[in-house]
Each structure stands twice: as C-alpha cells, then as structure tokens.
C-alpha cells in the first residue's frame, strides 16, 4: 500500500500449541480482542453481519495512556488462514493490518501479524521507534493469545 510520507512496517510470528481452527475462532471473534490484545478495552462491530470483506469495526484502546478511537475496516479475509485490516485513528494516521493463521501440525499452528502504517504528521518522528516498541507489544498481544488459546491465564497489564 502506497503512503505518502514515512513508514513503518514489521512482522512478527509467534507458535500456539491448538490447532489452527481454534486459534482462528478466537482471532475473529473481534468483541473478545480485548481478552487478549493490551490496551484494546473494547471492539464493536459498526456494520451488520458476520465478519467478512467490507465489515467495519470501531476499537476503544489506550494509547499512551490516552483513549482513542480507531475505525477498523476488513480488506480481504481467507476463511480460517487470514484476515487484513485497514485501521485509521489515534495515534495512526492509516495502517494495513493482516493477522494469518498456518497449521505447522495436527495440534499447533504459527499466528503472524504484520503491519505497514504511518504516523499522524504530529507523531511522524517517531516512525523509527514503532518497529521495535511495535514488536514487543505484539509478541506480547500473541503470547496472550496463546495462553487464551491453550486455557491458561492472560496476563493483560
């Protein structure tokens, strides 16, 4: 995705001892988010229907101790592999989210989240540090999505 300006982008992938079709219905179940993705206190679905290409969200998180707003779009969804996302608010001036889920055996799969966004012009200095803060949190996010995933406790801060 083109963007004017500076950006960022990063992956990161993490293992998870279930089986891919569990990890996958917890990843979609966006309203759940917050159970496993630090500073998201809630997500609501703003379009009707079951979650597919086209469907919009709206994220209540925290950043940097402030609460924000973040208008969530899907951009392209493969059923039980992938879903994309478009994200624009708070901190973000724009971002394309894809989080995929790869089965590496019977009963454990790889989750990967990859991001490529850009900085609101007031916030664009810090473009250089959203890969390596952006990584800490996500390998967080998906160890909490793991433990969920394989029934232990979340450890949300």
């Given at each position: 995705?083109?963007?004017?300006?500076?950006?960022?982008?990063?992956?990161?992938?993490?293992?998870?001892?279930?089986?891919?079709?569990?990890?996958?219905?917890?990843?979609?179940?966006?309203?759940?988010?917050?159970?496993?993705?630090k500073?998201?206190?809630?997500?609501?679905?703003?379009?009707?229907?079951?979650p597919?290409?086209?469907?919009?969200?709206?994220?209540?998180?925290?950043?940097?101790?402030?609460?924000?707003?973040?208008?969530c779009?899907?951009t392209?969804?493969e059923?039980?592999?992938s879903?994309?996302m478009?994200?624009?608010?708070?901190?973000?001036r724009?971002?394309?989210v894809?989080?995929?889920?790869?089965p590496?055996?019977?009963g454990?799969?790889?989750?990967?989240?990859?991001?490529?966004?850009q900085?609101?012009?007031?916030l664009?200095?810090?473009?250089?540090?959203?890969?390596?803060i952006?990584r800490?949190?996500v390998?967080?996010?998906?160890?909490?999505l793991?433990?969920l995933?394989?029934?232990?406790?979340?450890?949300?801060?």
């Amino acid at each position: 995705m083109p963007y004017a300006g500076a950006v960022y982008t990063f992956t990161e992938t993490f293992g998870i001892e279930r089986p891919s079709a569990d990890v996958w219905a917890i990843l979609i179940d966006f309203p759940n988010v917050p159970a496993w993705e630090k500073d998201v206190l809630e997500v609501t679905q703003t379009s009707l229907g079951v979650p597919a290409v086209g469907t919009t969200f709206v994220a209540r998180r925290l950043f940097g101790g402030r609460e924000s707003l973040i208008n969530c779009r899907i951009t392209a969804w493969e059923d039980g592999r992938s879903v994309a996302m478009e994200l624009e608010g708070g901190m973000v001036r724009r971002a394309s989210v894809t989080y995929a889920v790869e089965p590496t055996d019977v009963g454990s799969c790889r989750v990967s989240y990859s991001i490529h966004g850009q900085m609101r012009p007031l916030l664009a200095w810090t473009t250089p540090l959203i890969p390596t803060i952006g990584r800490r949190l996500v390998r967080g996010n998906l160890a909490n999505l793991a433990r969920l995933a394989e029934g232990g406790p979340s450890r949300k801060p």
